[in-house]
Each structure stands twice: as C-alpha cells, then as structure tokens.
C-alpha cells in the first residue's frame, strides 16, 4: 500500500527529530520551516522543501505542525495563505504546537466547514523524547480521524492516548505543565539543599531519582543542571506561554492554583534576566547568589 505524502511544518528543536523518524519510516515527507537551514538535513536525508504552508499543503495528504506561539499557529491555520484556506476535502492536519484549547476548537470548526479533519495533538518529553520517537502525545478530536493516523502517531510516540473531542490535547497538555511547573521549583530546591548540606549531588540523585521522588524532570533535567548545560530541550519562553495559558484557561473555571502562579513568576524574572531561550532546567539560576 502506498503511504500517505506528509507534511510537516516547524523543524526547530523538537520538529526536525519528529520529521526525521516520519522520513526514516518511509513516508514522503514534504516540509516548511521559516529558516531553511533547519531543515537541511532532512532535505539531504530526501525530504521535499515547500516555500509555504500554502505550496506545502497542495502536496500533502497529512499535515503535521509544531510551532512556537498560539499566533503562529493562527497564522499557519487560519491566514489567507495558510493551510485551511489552501487545503482540500479530506486532508488531515494534526497540531502538537502547545497552544489554546480554545485555538484548536475554533481551528476544528473551521476546518470541518471545508471536509477537512484536525486533531490537536501536544507532546511531552522535550528533545530527548523527541530524538528517541518516545514522546508522549495527547490527542483530541474525532476518534475515527485518531484511528486513522495511529500507526503514523505510533512513529513519534510510545504513550500515545486519545483524551476527547477537539481541545482535549490542548486541556491534557496544560495538566502536564502544570505538574512540572512546581515539580521543577521542588528538582531545584532539592539539589541547592544536597550542596548547601555539603553532599554530593549526583551520589544524591542516585538515592532520590527512584524512590519517591522519582520524576522525568529529576531524572533527565537534573543532571543537566549538575553539568551546567542550559540548552533547551524546552525553551523558557514557550514555557511561560503555555503556564499563561493554563492559568487563563484555570480563571475561567474558577480555580486558583498558586503553585503554578509562582512558578511562572520565578520563570518570568529569569526571562528578564536574558534566560528567556535556556532550557527549562536553568531555573536553577533563580537561587544563584
């Protein structure tokens, strides 16, 4: 059976290790990102360049995005030159951008008004994840539409669960950020504890990182932060976006969470500070003296 022509738009940190296993599983893979650089090694490896989502979309049959910025998805979707004005009857587009619930609702209906399907589709696991195909990935939408593009999803992902109709992604991904939001501010403390006690940090985490305590952050961020290595595998900035979302969508329910309020707020001063594109784990450099 011939396999769909994919496309794929945004090939920054995450997106190029994601095409990548899309082109190395044999799939036609067609892609746009806003520098060309970043895609030149998926072009050697094979992959088609389109100069637009608009040229991009004419030759696709699945489409998947991951941008930076509600806007920017907005502008891919939405605009004249964007997907659903220049797609077709049958396409499927799958965003795994962390965006607005709200977003990916209205970019359904729209869609929908054309025979076009989408699913919102955000991911965890950072680079790593990414580079491994171990990301975990929350879907929302038609469930026939997420049956049809399992295998696909399957190349990216090993912990991949339909969560709901359309913005369900989206809501499932803002729990996400919210636990690792102040499970970040507790990975830091514990280690600025271990050396203010006069401990050895790594023989610490060798006690810690599988009992209890035991995180995703504390195993992969910690040791990250012990060789002083702050290149993101999640950039600070998209991540005080998607705290602002979790907290807009959190006052319309009426429900209050302080642990995330400060978090963003630590993540904030080190913005201002010039660490707004370190990866999350510098937020170590909160407590530095």
């Given at each position: ?18 095409a990548g296993h899309i082109l190395a599983a044999g799939y036609p893979l067609v892609v ?139 809501h499932t991904k803002m729990c996400n950020q919210i636990a690792i939001a102040t499970n ?106």
């Open positions: 059976m011939t396999k769909p022509v994919v496309g794929f738009i945004g090939t920054g940190v995450m997106g190029k290790s994601m746009y990102n806003r520098t060309k650089e970043k895609a030149n090694k998926l072009l050697k490896n094979g992959a088609k360049w389109a100069n637009s989502p608009k040229e991009l979309v004419k030759q696709a049959d699945i489409v998947f995005t991951i941008v930076g910025m509600p806007s920017d998805v907005e502008e891919v979707y939405l605009s004249e030159n964007g997907l659903i004005e220049n797609g077709r009857s049958g396409q499927i587009f799958i965003d795994m951008t962390t965006s607005k619930p709200s977003l990916a609702v209205h970019i359904y209906q729209t869609a929908q008004s054309k025979g076009i399907y989408t699913l919102d589709a955000p991911v965890s696991g950072g680079d790593i994840g990414a580079r491994n195909g171990t990301l975990a990935i929350m879907v929302g939408g038609d469930k026939e539409i997420f049956d049809r593009v399992q295998d696909l999803l399957n190349v990216l992902g090993n912990n991949i669960v339909y969560q709901g109709k359309a913005g369900s992604g989206q970040m501010i507790g990975v830091c403390e514990s280690l600025i504890y271990a050396k203010k006690a006069g401990l050895d940090p790594e023989m610490v985490l060798k006690s810690i990182s599988t009992g209890a305590a035991g995180s995703w952050s504390l195993s992969h961020l910690a040791p990250r932060i012990l060789k002083e290595d702050f290149e993101p595998g999640f950039y600070i900035k998209h991540f005080i976006k998607d705290m602002k979302i979790a907290l807009e969508e959190a006052e319309k329910m009426n429900l209050s969470l302080p642990g995330l309020s400060l978090a963003k707020q630590m993540y904030e001063e080190l913005s201002a500070k010039g660490e707004e594109s370190s990866g999350t784990q510098a937020l170590i450099k909160y407590w530095a003296e």
